[in-house]
């Protein structure tokens, strides 16, 4: 989940698009899981879900109290961290007018850098996540949610907008 601005804001660990943005925003190489498990650098893939998809979804059955169950909530779409890093950093080069660039470019300019598979997560790390929105459909939930390109810019953009909030949140 991202959008995170909780961890944020209570001095938390941070999830990775928060990572990625303050390493983008310091000038530093965002740093991926190179190839492990049969997927290529950064392709290891997680259904990315916004916070607002979330609020959304429990509005869904805040209104529809007959309806309950486990559900699985998430886009329906796994996406590679490379999404999230190419998404961060094109979102942070926007918002210092400079223009996006592809995957390759940032890796060759080394703002996106590979690294090796850690030891101590060998055999213990998922790379591939998605949730089945099936139970979640059929219980009536049929909103769209924002996949990483939309989601993960718009909560940049308002980090950008909101940084008195976060230096001082309340």
């Given at each position: ?5 909780a961890?944020?804001?209570?001095g ?6 928060s990572?990625i943005?303050?390493?983008?925003k ?8 190179g190839e ?5 650098p950064g ?17 869904f059955?805040?209104?529809?109290p007959d ?7 998430g886009?329906g779409r796994?996406?590679?961290?490379n999404?999230v ?7 942070m ?15 060759q300019?080394?703002?996106?850098q590979?690294?090796?598979?850690p ?6 790390y998922?790379?591939?996540t998605q949730a089945?929105?099936?139970?979640l459909r ?5 909103d ?25 949140p309340?």
């Open positions: 989940m991202y959008m995170d601005r961890n944020l804001i209570k938390g660990w941070p999830r990775l698009h990572i943005t303050i390493s983008s310091k000038n530093q190489t965002v740093k991926l899981f492990y498990g049969g997927y290529a392709q290891q893939s997680r259904d990315f879900v916004s916070v607002e998809d979330v609020v959304k979804v429990n509005l059955f805040l209104d529809h309806k309950s169950g486990i559900f699985n909530l886009t796994a996406q590679p961290f999404d890093a190419l998404t961060t950093v094109n979102t080069r926007k918002l210092a007018n400079q223009s996006a660039l592809p995957l390759a470019d940032l890796v300019q080394g703002l996106i590979y690294i090796p598979f030891d101590d997560l060998l055999g213990k998922q790379c591939f089945d929105l099936a139970q059929a219980a009536g939930s049929n769209c949610f924002l996949d990483v390109e939309h989601g993960v810019s718009q909560y940049i953009e308002w980090l950008s907008a909101n940084s008195d909030f976060l230096a001082n309340l």
